[in-house]
């Protein structure tokens, strides 16, 4: 009985003083689980800022990327549309010898 009796004396004496490995830790146990749920508050909103801002900086480059699409999708038809436009030229040319060659 004795050890245990030490051993209730010394858990009591130990919670009762200050814990010394935590510079902000609080001087009481009763002071340190308002001291937790205020960290875990903090970590929570912590949490939602950083998530706030990868999304954010995700939307960034989704519409850089969607921007860069839509760029290269232009070119490719401006690309595709010239080398029609230059057939179709040609052709008429051509029309236009056929007639003139019929009319002579």
Do not use: G, H, Y
Request: hydrophobic fraction near 35%.
């Amino acid at each position: 009985m004795p050890i245990v009796t030490a051993l209730v004396s010394s858990l009591n004496s130990t919670a009762l003083k200050p814990d010394v490995a935590f510079r902000k830790s609080p001087q009481t146990l009763a002071k340190r689980p308002c001291q937790i749920r205020k960290c875990l508050r903090q970590s929570k909103e912590d949490m939602f800022q950083e998530v706030l801002q990868c999304s954010n900086a995700e939307k960034r480059e989704c519409k850089k990327w969607k921007e860069a699409r839509r760029q290269d999708r232009k070119e490719n038809q401006e690309f595709v549309k010239d080398p029609n436009e230059r057939l179709i030229k040609v052709m008429e040319e051509q029309m236009q010898m056929l007639k003139s060659l019929t009319m002579l």
